[in-house]
């Protein structure tokens, strides 16, 4: 437990027959489970329209936790404890009678336990049932005691500044926001958590962190998948809205924001959103100076082959939706006037790598005659977990030569603790009540004010510089072009043991 007294919880999981639900939500629930972390009466209650008996649900379930937990195949006499507390539910999301018979769950619950339990309706169903589910809810008054009832919503918020603003209206009239955790499962990583310790328990870098030491900052979430099954959904919404508008800007959010005045849910969140709301909003004449997209053409991936995008299930085959954007920004206030902040993500890349490299500038008085790589500070998110500081030393020898080399912090020398999933960090804030990790309606809306001249410019100009890689390559070209003046590369992290320590280019 982190820390919080739980009390009974009752988790209802819309879309329980969905991929989010057996690779992620119940792996990550069993695993709070036997970490004891999960008050001791808790039960699980999973909504879905396709029939299936509580027992096959939960085989079907088991075979989820067997693949996908981090602590592998389950324990037995563990998992048949656990598997008690699911029930399913047959339902169809669209009427009222679905919610009655979960309204007859709760309430023999709450029987059950003598007490009105904490509830958490977990939505992991595609966007447009958000509203329905919200409705009926809202009506049966499922969900109506601000401090004990919390709904939970995944990505994408909206497709748009304006769907993303008449949700929040419609949910807002239904529930209270501090009843809204609109996730967003790269804050549960361990490693994005740890850059708030980084950055605010360490004073040594807080005075370097701004435009005077700061050269530029490049955040890169590579994935070497294509788009698989999920084309379908992907391609009416591309590398933009997918990953961007969320994921990254959430990144670059807690890089750059100022101190908050405590670690307080509501002050980082007001932060955060302070940085969001500065970040420039490209005019549309500047889009393409700025931003480049690409698309991925069939290739090699590990040895695998992968299809064209346009050739993939369910995608157009004249498909101009990016699987791939880099894009500079720049945020306008004191702290990082000038610093460009590089994002990049793409998919068919060659490998999975997700870093934030902070390039420091060069030293303004030379007295060595080598050349001198500026420091560099590379946090690697996944799959690696490291932190690794790149300065200059001297050869040994008896000349005065030098030669980068890096300190590295690797997470597995350092703990031994198993790394939590992000969901399992996420799933037990909720329960907390911990809304420090989830976006709020401001920080959302924000987020697509950043990308909306994109989207238009892009739906205006629908194949103007449609950049096309192979998969298993790194990017188009245009991608390095747009961070040459700053940089030679976008930077990956070094692998361990390279003679060469000299960070090699990725994107
Ligand atoms: C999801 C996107 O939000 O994040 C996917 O919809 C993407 O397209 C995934 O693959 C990446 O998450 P992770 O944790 O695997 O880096």
């Not at 959302?444 to 390559?473: C, S």
Request: with cysteine; aromatic share 12%; proline share 5%.
């Amino acid at each position: 437990m982190k820390g919080k007294k739980l009390y009974p919880a009752a988790i209802t999981i819309f879309g329980a027959k969905g991929d989010l639900t057996h690779r992620k939500l119940i792996p990550a629930i069993y695993n709070l489970f036997i970490g004891n972390h999960l008050p001791s009466s808790f039960s699980l209650i999973c909504v879905d329209f396709l029939p299936d008996s509580d027992e096959e649900f939960r085989n079907y379930l088991l075979g989820g936790v067997n693949e996908f937990s981090r602590n592998g195949k389950a324990d037995e006499m563990k998992w048949n404890e656990f598997s008690t507390r699911i029930c399913y539910i047959q339902g169809d999301f669209l009427k009222l009678d679905t919610f009655v018979s979960l309204r007859k769950k709760l309430d023999s619950f709450d029987k059950e336990n003598k007490q009105r339990g904490t509830r958490l309706f977990y939505y992991a169903v595609a966007p447009r049932f958000i509203e329905v589910i919200s409705d009926s809810l809202y009506k049966l008054k499922l969900c109506h005691q601000e401090k004990k009832d919390r709904i939970v919503v995944e990505k994408p918020f909206g497709t748009d500044l304006d769907s993303s603003k008449r949700l929040n209206r419609f949910l807002g009239k239904r529930f209270a926001e501090a009843q809204i955790y609109r996730i967003d499962h790269y804050l549960g990583k361990e490693t994005v958590q740890n850059i708030l310790a980084f950055r605010f328990a360490n004073y040594v870098f807080e005075p370097l962190w701004n435009h005077k030491y700061i050269d530029h900052i490049q955040i890169s979430v590579a994935e070497s998948v294509g788009v698989g099954k999920r084309g379908g959904y992907y391609d009416s919404s591309g590398a933009l809205r997918d990953m961007i508008q969320n994921h990254l800007l959430q990144l670059l959010c807690i890089v750059a924001m100022e101190c908050p005045d405590a670690y307080q849910a509501e002050m980082i969140r007001n932060a955060k959103t302070r940085l969001m709301q500065s970040v420039r909003i490209y005019k549309p004449a500047e889009v393409f100076k700025n931003v480049v997209r690409g698309q991925y053409t069939a290739g090699m991936v590990d040895d695998k082959p992968i299809p064209a995008y346009r050739n993939e299930d369910q995608v157009s085959s004249g498909s101009t939706t990016e699987t791939f954007v880099a894009a500079k920004f720049f945020i306008d206030n004191k702290r990082w006037k000038g610093v460009p902040f590089f994002l990049g993500t793409g998919k068919a890349l060659p490998k999975q790598t997700s870093v934030i490299a902070v390039q420091f500038k060069e030293s303004p008085h030379k007295i060595f005659k080598d050349d001198i790589v500026p420091n560099r500070l590379i946090i690697s998110i996944q799959p690696e977990l490291e932190i690794c500081l790149l300065f200059e030393s001297k050869v040994p020898g008896l000349e005065m030569k030098l030669q980068a080399v890096d300190m590295d912090f690797i997470y597995q020398e350092n703990y031994t603790e198993s790394i939590p999933e992000a969901y399992e960090a996420l799933i037990l804030d909720v329960l907390e009540g911990d809304a420090t990790l989830f976006m709020r309606a401001d920080q959302v809306d924000a987020a697509w004010k950043v990308v909306m001249p994109i989207l238009n410019a892009w739906k205006k100009f629908p194949t103007r510089q449609l950049h096309f890689y192979e998969a298993g390559t790194w990017a188009p070209a245009a991608a390095r072009e747009l961070v040459k003046p700053y940089a030679k590369h976008w930077f990956q992290l070094p692998v361990k043991n390279k003679v060469q320590p000299i960070l090699k280019d990725s994107l």
